[in-house]
Structure formats: C-alpha cells, structure tokens
C-alpha cells in the first residue's frame, strides 16, 4: 500500500543552526511534492512544490530538494529562528491518474532560543 | 480577502444529533476538499468537489454527506454523529490546474466533539 512517512514526530534545533526534515514515501510515483506549515489551531499553510524532475527548490531560508531514487524529500530551513517553530507536513499526488493529495502525519519543529 | 472560512470553529454534540460544517472560499477556486485531522494520522480526505453540482468520495467518506451547489461553497454534513467521529475538520480550496500543481488554501479548521 502506499505510505508517507515523516520521520521525525518532533525536533527541536538550536537557534541559527539548520533545521532538516525528511519525507519518506513508498509505492508512489509521484508527480509533485509539496511542503506546508501548519502552527497549533490553524490550518496548514502551503510553503513550497517540487516537481519530480526538478532536484532542489529555494524560496528565501527554505529549500527542498526531491529524489526519486531514493523516495525522499528534505526540508531545509536555515538560520532557524524560534518564529520556525510549528509543524510541517509533506503532501504528494501519484502520477497515476487521481487528482488527490495524501499527506504525511508532520513533524512537530520546535527552534530553542 | 478571507480567502476560506469555516463556520463553525468549535462545537459539541451528542451522539445520534446530526449537524451541517459551512465551508466558503472567496477566491474563485474549481475544487474543494474536506479533511479530517486525528492525532497521529493526518489529514484524511473525507470528500472533494472538482466543480459546482459536483462530488466524490475520498478516503474515509462513510456517515458523511457533502454537498456543493454554489462554486463558493461546500458543506460537510454529518447525519448521525458517532463519537468516532470527534476530530478537527478541515476545509481547502485550490485553483485548477494541470496534474494538481496548483496549493491548496486551508481554512482554520472546525474542532467538533461528539458526546
């Protein structure tokens, strides 16, 4: 069956080190991935898309990079700042037909001042 | 601009009641989702709407009802509330575009409990 996997369900980084997240996916050949932030009684918020012959995306501190080698994305925020602080998710849609976003569980960031 | 607005925020019912989520979106957008997000699993896909009159069933449809008459709005709608059904339910929207590359816009969510 298909599967997203967050790794990690919370890291906590240091103040101005870089904060890297990882997506894992199987039995998905996905055409896009997409990255959101979501903060504690909100809805997520989208961050970034990366296309499946695209390797790396920067957008300001955050870059995300995607192999489709290894079935994986990171997510980079560098400079971290305690305002980083919140949960991020992973989305992806298949390449095969459906027009659906399946979303990974998130990984809870928190950036200690 | 709102951009999508959910009403209501939070609300309690017992079980067997049955109750309507609003959804409305301002910023013209084709499709429409309805999620729910439990602790430890993610956000699920209940049903989405790729265009006004038009519905589908996503991954976990059963004892809800949805319903899109106006492009602006989607409603969720519960028939008999199971405590099952306690969650955070979440509403987005997103323009159409080729193979899904367009962001979907969320709303800040409808916390509802079932007694």
């Known amino acids: 069956s298909q599967k997203i996997e967050q790794n990690s369900e919370a890291l906590n980084i240091q103040e101005g080190k870089t904060a890297t997240l990882t997506c894992n996916y199987t039995?998905?050949?996905?055409?896009?991935l997409q990255w959101y932030r979501q903060d504690p009684g909100r809805g997520p918020v989208f961050l970034l898309l990366?296309?499946?012959?695209?390797k790396e995306k920067r957008k300001e501190r955050l870059k995300v990079t995607f192999d489709t080698t290894l079935k994986q994305s990171l997510f980079h925020i560098t400079a971290s700042q305690p305002a980083d602080s919140a949960t991020y998710l992973c989305?992806?849609?298949?390449?095969?037909?459906?027009?659906?976003?399946?979303f990974g569980t998130g990984t809870r960031l928190t950036i200690i001042p | 601009n709102a951009g999508v607005t959910q009403t209501p925020k939070f609300r309690v019912l017992k079980t067997g009641q049955s109750m309507t989520l609003l959804c409305a979106q301002d910023?013209?957008?084709?499709?429409m989702y309805w999620y729910r997000q439990d602790p430890g699993m993610g956000l699920r896909l209940i049903h989405y709407s790729v265009g006004e009159g038009t519905t589908a069933k996503g991954e976990v449809p059963d004892g809800y009802n949805v319903s899109r008459l106006k492009k602006q709005n989607f409603l969720l709608g519960l028939e008999s509330a199971a405590p099952s059904q306690t969650s955070v339910y979440f509403c987005?929207?997103?323009?159409?575009?080729?193979?899904?590359?367009?962001?979907?816009?969320f709303g800040d969510g409808t916390r509802l409990s079932i007694l």
């Open positions: 989305a992806l849609l298949s390449n095969f037909g459906n027009e659906k976003l399946t």
């Open positions: 910023m013209n957008h084709e499709y």
């Open positions: 987005a929207s997103r323009r159409q575009g080729k193979r899904s590359n367009q962001p979907q816009h």
């Open positions: 990366i296309r499946e012959n695209e």
């Open positions: 039995n998905y050949s996905p055409a896009y």
